[in-house]
Every structure is written in C-alpha cells, then in structure tokens.
C-alpha cells in the first residue's frame, strides 16, 4: 500500500496562485473520479476543501479547486491568503486498500 | 450539528490491546460509512479501517490487518475499533471520520478531534 506522491512543501505569495499535485497509480487516482483534498492546521483535524476530483463543500471558498489527470490529482489554491497556510492531503479511493492518503504538501505563504 | 466524540485512547505496553470508541450524534448513523485514521507524532494522515453504514463490509489497511477489528453498533450511533498485539509504530492520533456515503468512498465530510494511543514500555 504505496502513499500517493505529494510535494513535501509548496510556497506562495499573498495573492499568488498555486498548485498541489498528487500522484498515484491505475489503481487509484487513474481509475476512480473519487479524489478528495484535506486541509490541516497544526493541532487540529483535517477540513475536507474537495471531494470527486473538483467538487466544493459548502462553506469552502472558490478559490479552491481541483482537477485530474490520468493517475494525477491537483489541488489549486487562487488568492493565496495568510489563512490557507496548513498541511494538505489528497485521498482517493483504490481498488484493493478502499482509502490511501497522499503524505501531504506544507503550504507556506510567504 | 455533527458531531463525533472519540474515547479510548491512552498508553498501552507493546503486546498490549484498547479499544476505542466513537460516539455519533447530528446524522443517521447508519446511512454511512465509518472510517479510522491515524496521524504518527509530526507524520501525515494514514487511512487505518472503514465500515459500511450497514456494517457488513469492512476493510482494513495492511499495516493493521489481523491485529485490529472495526465494529458498529447502529442502534447506539457508536463506532468501535479494537486494537490488539499493538506495536511501538501503532503511536498516534487516531481520528473517527463520518464518509460522505453508505458505502466507502474515501471521502470523509466529519472528523472527530482524536484520541491519542501511545504504545511504550
């Protein structure tokens, strides 16, 4: 059961806009649209901000968005702002092990 | 309000077993799927185990196949994982977390704030 591939660490200016990529294999990413992004500042639980690749829950801003590509997923964040630094994780369903986490991606706002 | 409210949690020797439980309120608890997920001290998040709504289908991560077992009780909105022959690498914030589904989808909508297990001698 192989993590997906995340950025250890990714940086951004105010106003800037970024991207987070998460990759996997044809056993996950590449064949289920079930690609869900977590947001975690230090202390607390995870916040889902995406689930099925692009999709918002209530309450999460549009500047949050997400995409997928053969066996890569992305998170992108437009308008960086001081309160999107956390710690993010992609999840995707997978045929055998059902959930595998990404080992998260460091967001710093510089 | 959802709200999930882990219990159980503590320091446990090596070989030792914990149970821990998960108390749902603010859904119908059995119209989704429940998952374990654990996060080591300054690590990432690793998916432990989930369990349909109906409680007839569960999975489990390899790292933790054999030694722990997750469990429901709809009637009682209560979400179980029992721990056995735990081991030094089992140390983490284990998170209750509500799927978006009935059925596993790797989504998790809700997260409980976590119960600490700490496996040393």
């Known amino acids: 059961q192989s993590a997906l591939t995340q950025p250890a660490s990714v940086s951004g200016s105010p106003g800037q806009s970024i991207t987070i990529s998460c990759t996997g294999t044809s056993s996950d990413i590449g064949s289920y649209n079930l690609v869900s992004w977590y947001q975690q500042h230090p202390g607390k639980a995870p916040k889902l901000m995406i689930y099925?690749?692009?999709k918002r829950p209530s309450g999460v801003s549009n500047r949050f968005s997400g995409s997928k590509s053969g066996n890569t997923a992305s998170l992108t964040i437009s308008g960086l702002q001081a309160e999107d630094e956390a710690d993010y994780y992609c999840c995707s369903y997978a045929t055998n092990t059902k959930e595998v986490f990404g080992g998260g991606t460091k967001v710093t706002v510089l | 309000e959802v709200q999930l409210l882990e219990s159980g949690g503590g320091l446990v020797q090596p070989g030792g077993s914990l149970r821990l439980s998960c108390a749902a309120s603010?859904?119908?608890?059995?119209?989704?799927?429940m998952s374990w997920v654990r996060q080591a001290p300054g690590k990432g998040l690793e998916w432990v185990s989930s369990?349909?709504?109906?409680?007839?289908?569960?999975h489990y991560a390899d790292s933790v196949k054999g030694r722990f077992a997750i469990s429901r009780d709809n009637s009682k909105n209560t979400l179980f994982l029992q721990m056995n022959s735990l081991r030094v690498e089992d140390t983490a914030v284990y998170y209750c977390?509500?799927?978006?589904?009935?059925?596993?989808?790797?989504?998790?909508?809700?997260w409980g704030q976590g119960t600490l297990v700490s496996v040393s001698s």
């Open positions: 977390a509500k799927e978006f589904r009935r059925s596993v989808v790797a989504t998790v909508d809700y």
């Open positions: 099925e690749v692009n």
């Open positions: 603010g859904f119908t608890f059995s119209n989704y799927a």
């Open positions: 369990i349909s709504g109906s409680g007839g289908s569960t």
